[in-house]
């Protein structure tokens, strides 16, 4: 991989991506509600329909239903696709497309033919948005059997795994979170891929191991360094992928730490940290210090108000006094 | 003029209801005490105010995101609203909502959201039950143009002339989606036609001539509640401000990519200055009964605001109440 490494914003790397697999596969396309417009999709899409134009690059009437199903469909007809979602939210007139048919499509015909679609969903919640503008449904698509799901934290984490994603004959949902679009990291210039379903240690340690992903691995980044102040040594783990999960590494490190936090912004109940907690309770049992401990977002819909945003979401200090807690 | 002076005058109040409570909000938003994304219906007060003068309290009417003025006209309460709007407890939706989430059952208010045509086949199902218990009442499904791009619309369109429906679809054509003008969204872009082959009677009206509205609206209600629905109407209207806030162009994203010239043309077409100046060229009121009603207004609004703002936010330890009706 080349060393010639630049500093690029999460957006930017997304940007990067695109463009980049536009210009060495004439396959691939782009469709979906905002991708022209930077209202809804940042700069992400920036200078997508100057290069490739607006064949390649196609904003839609509000339709996610048949644009989602024609995303499929043109795959199947030998294009690699990325439909666009603006908020996850959107995507849910797309159950069909996406569940009963792409996801689907290889098992019931025998292997035959697969789906290589990208299903890119953006979160972009908060702002006293409320119930239907706010949803991180990763857990919902993961539960889903034909479906990997990927939800990178860092820019360059994006641009690799994105690459994967569009290369894979499989339909991938991606699901990334406009709260890190500003955050910058060393992207290398050239093309590259990321492995879809390993994770990354971000940071060694042994006391506690740490999982998490998307924005909320960046938060953990951050609450880890605050605990190394006061002394605590936190390993965490990146899943890069919420399916299929990396459980080899996740495994490695309890069978180290002896306790596990799955910080996980979806619901608590049926979501990825359940699945986690499950499984290390399986196989590692005897290795476990003390109980697994999730912090998850409450079963509650996104609320508007400031007051019980405050209380609704996952924070830095949250994690920090989630670390603390399973260490009393 | 046909029409009594009570009913002019009720349709000039509410449209300047709306208007003056949406304008209370612009300076809050822009400083940041308003934080939940506002749709204003700024320039298209005439289509709720025409049409929810022909309803009762107990027919129904569903919203979008942009639906204060539906709100407003149908009978919710102002200071609710404004005070939901502000994320306080004693909102309509007790904070949990915000702008995209107005409700009021008891005066048939009976669902807002901002999913577009998220609400058409509730309005669909809300027309069936009413078929079903052989009531009276009427059903209003509010959406724009951009929600013609989704199928559940034409889905419900069948169904409801299948059934004979008592179901307005009431269209506010304000020509625009987001970013896209309805040139880039549509082939036709006259959507009253979409409703014509499903066997559904449909017409389309200037959505900012309220007497016209208010006509339009009044046939197809008496025909809804004489079993001859499902009516389609179309309104042609403009919004005076940004898709989301006072000025999309303002608010750092500049998305508003309407001609300047286009937008002059239709703030001419002020929907409440074209019934201001029938009233009073027609001698129906003076301007100083003009200047009351105004006045009275102003003074609703600000009783609203000050409701709002003294109001609490919800207790951050009930953000768990609601989830389930106990
Ligand atoms: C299902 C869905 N897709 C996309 C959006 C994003 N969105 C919000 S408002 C809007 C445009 C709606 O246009 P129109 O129906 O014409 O109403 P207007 O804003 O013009 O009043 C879009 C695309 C959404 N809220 N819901
Ligand atoms: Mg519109």
Known sequence: MSTKNRKLSYSLAINEALKQIMAVDQDVFVIGQGVKSPWYVGNTCKDLIRLYGEERVIDTPISENAMTGAAVGAALAGMSVIIMHPRSDFSLYAFDPIINQAANWSY??????????????????????????????????????????????????????????????????????????????????????????????????????????????????????????????????????????????????VKKTGRLVIVDGSWK????????????????????????????LPDAPAPASRTLELEY???????????????K | ??????????????????????????????????????HLYSGEEAVAAGICANLEKTDYIFGNHRSHGHYLAKGGDMSRMVAEIYGKETGCSRGRGGSMHLIDPENGILGIVPIVAGTISLALGASLAIKIKKQKKVVITFFGDGATGEGVLYEALNFAALKKLPIIFACENNLYSTHLPIKEIRVNDNISESATPFGIKSIRVDGNNVLEVYEASEHAVKQCRDGEGPVFIEFLTYRFRGHVGPDDNIQGSHTDIRPAEEIERWLNKDPINHLKKILIDEKICSESEI????????????????FALKSNYPDPSELLKYVYKE
């Not at chain 1, 979501?271 to 401990?293: H, Q, Y």
């Not at chain 2, 009351?292 to 207004?297: A, G, H, L, N």
């Open chain 1, 269 to 296: 109940t049926n979501s990825i940290a359940s699945e986690i907690s499950a499984t290390v309770n399986e196989k590692l049992f005897g290795s476990l210090k003390v109980p697994v401990l999730r912090l998850n």
């Open chain 1, 313 to 327: 979401y996952i924070t830095k200090n949250k994690i920090v006094n989630a670390v603390k807690s399973i260490l």
């Open chain 2, 1 to 38: 003029m046909q029409y009594t002076k009570d009913l002019l005058t009720d349709l000039y109040r509410t449209m300047l209801r709306i208007r003056l409570a949406e304008e209370s909000l612009v300076e809050p938003i822009l400083k940041g005490e308003i934080r939940c994304p506002v």
């Open chain 2, 291 to 306: 200047s009351k009603i105004f006045d009275e207004v102003t003074n609703e609004v600000e009783v609203a605001t000050d």
């Open chain 1, 108 to 253: 019931m015909n025998g292997g035959r033919a697969s789906v290589p679609v990208v299903f890119w969903l953006v979160v972009n919640r908060a702002g006293e948005q409320a119930a239907q503008h706010s949803q991180a449904l990763h857990s919902l698509f993961s539960h889903i059997p034909g479906l990997k799901v990927i939800a990178p934290s860092n820019a360059y984490d994006v641009k690799g795994l994105l690459i994967s994603a569009i290369r894979d004959p499989n339909p991938v949902v991606f699901i990334d979170d406009r709260w890190l679009y500003g955050q910058e990291d060393n992207v290398p210039e050239e093309i590259y891929e990321l492995p879809i379903g390993k994770g990354i240690i971000k940071n060694e340690g042994n006391e506690v191991t740490l999982v998490s992903s998307s924005f909320l691995a960046a938060e953990s980044s951050i609450a880890v360094d605050l605990l190394k102040v006061e002394g605590i040594s936190v390993e965490l783990i990146d899943l890069r992928s919420i399916k299929p999960l990396d459980f080899e590494l996740i495994f490695n490190s």
